[in-house]
């Protein structure tokens, strides 16, 4: 009696400690996003179902989806299975975007935003952004690189992996390994107003193996070369070739031998020419392709995101978002490069991959650029499904609806093979089984 008395204020001490810590310890287990609205099995009546590897429709196909995964198609309602009626609409497989850019504020276009803007801020913008992508039906999208030298990106596709946010599936590039005032250099300032140098300028190729080793490590898919100059910045001159073909085999030759890809920002076409004979996985742009470096791409079977409708888009907002005057005339002198070096592009049947490369509000209406500048209707469907899950290097789990594949499950309000610009149209967005704009009843 005498004892346990002794031991008691102990006992109670242990007590608040244990509830204390509890209280201090983050939980194991990440939170994760309500997946209560899955509902497993469930069918989907799919009025028109595209199959986008022929282009072939069927009429008032059953989707059958187990988890997050498409289990069969069959053609009568199965039974004792909750419905998902989208008998009204086409369904297409979810869409990718293979050109994103997806931290800080799209619609601010001035040269000092991302000056202006800490890495935080630029994160949660992103957190925000991811969520237009996927209600424009694009489940999947490869960041084409982001100045964040922190880089927030990596942590978007980490979270929403872990599903600590509710995004699109991604595939990520590191930064922009530029030259000094290339591209991908964000010091805009002064001489004597300098920022430190940042980790993505690579002068030489020693240089280039440093920056590509340090995306490697931090947990980049891709690495992001500036093989030209571009357009958005203010100081560059898109014409020109900035990173050597050297320096581009180097950064090729390290991430293959990792296990990771290479796309090159390349407008110019010498930067084109050097990049493809370089080894890079991806042309991004491609915007003055000439005739010899279309050859080049068909013979080494390099990819073209060819990002059509934001150098058109441009045209439309002019300086009202803040664009630089110097950056804007730029704009003005690549606009009427674009048509004939897609139908180059077109010609050589590159393989071909949707990117938006602008604000994702605008994500759709790159079908619409693609089918003025030469494509099919099914051709721009591909590069954004089939396509764009072969260059992720997804092709096993996404592109098609098709029994094994996650049910990433997009519905569109009319036929996109008569007129492509009712992709603008979604009506229905389903993520790996999981509903994330409902139709409206
Ligand atoms: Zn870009």
């Known amino acids: 009696m005498k004892t346990s008395f002794k031991f008691r204020p102990l006992v109670g001490l242990l007590f608040l400690s244990t509830l204390l ?7 194991s287990k990440p939170p994760t996003v309500d997946k209560s609205n ?3 099995p469930i069918a989907i009546l799919a009025g028109r179902l595209i199959d986008v590897r022929t282009g072939d429709v069927t ?11 498409i289990s069969r198609i069959v053609a009568t309602a199965p039974a004792g299975m909750k419905l998902i ?3 009204k609409y086409t369904v297409v497989p979810g869409l990718i975007d293979c050109h994103a850019h997806l931290l800080g504020n799209p619609k601010d276009q001035s040269a000092m935003s991302g000056l202006r803007m800490s890495s935080g801020q630029a994160a949660i913008w992103g957190v925000h952004n991811v969520t237009i992508w996927l209600d424009h039906g694009f489940t999947a999208l490869r960041d084409a690189g982001e100045s964040d030298i ?9 979270s929403i992996e872990r599903g600590l946010i509710r995004g699109p599936r991604m595939v990520s590039a590191g930064n922009f390994v530029s030259l000094t005032g290339g591209h991908g250099d964000a010091d805009l300032l002064a001489p004597d107003k300098s920022l430190p140098r940042a980790p993505n300028m690579a002068d030489t190729v020693d240089e280039v193996s440093v920056a590509v080793r340090r995306d490697i490590k931090f947990g980049a898919d891709w690495i992001k070369l500036m093989a030209t100059g571009g357009v958005m910045d203010p100081i ?6 900035e990173l050597s073909q050297e320096q581009m085999a180097k950064a090729v030759e390290i991430a293959h031998r990792a296990g990771k890809k290479v796309m090159a920002h390349a407008e ?4 084109i020419k050097a990049a493809v004979r370089a080894g890079v996985d991806s042309i991004e742009h491609g915007t003055v392709l000439d005739e010899e470096g279309a050859k080049l791409m068909e013979q080494h079977g390099t990819w073209l995101v060819p990002t059509l409708f934001c150098f058109q888009h441009d045209m439309e907002t ?7 005057p110097a950056s804007f005339a730029k704009g003005v002198a690549i606009i009427n490069e674009q048509g004939p070096a897609f139908k180059r592009a077109l010609d050589h049947h590159l393989k071909i991959a949707y990117g938006l490369d602008d604000d994702p509000d605008f994500v759709s209406k790159e079908f619409g650029a693609l089918v003025r500048g030469g494509m099919t209707p099914i051709e721009a469907l591909k590069a954004a499904t089939i396509n764009g899950a072969e260059l992720m290097g997804r092709s096993k789990d996404i592109g098609s609806i098709e029994p094994g594949k996650y049910a990433d499950i997009v519905a569109v309000d009319g036929d996109p093979l008569s007129d492509i610009t009712v992709m603008e149209k979604v009506r229905f967005v389903m993520k790996g089984g999981e509903v994330y704009k409902p139709v409206a009843q």
């Open 150 to 158: 922190g880089y927030g990106q990596l942590a978007l596709r980490n």
């Open 268 to 271: 110019g076409s010498e930067g």
């Open 21 to 27: 810590a509890t209280a201090a310890r983050p939980q």
């Open 38 to 40: 899955i509902a497993s």
């Open 59 to 69: 009429i008032n196909a059953y989707i059958v989806v187990e988890n997050d995964r």
């Open 236 to 241: 560059s001159d898109y014409t020109v070739q």
């Open 318 to 324: 002019g300086l009202s978002q803040g664009r630089d």
């Open 85 to 87: 009626d989208l008998s």
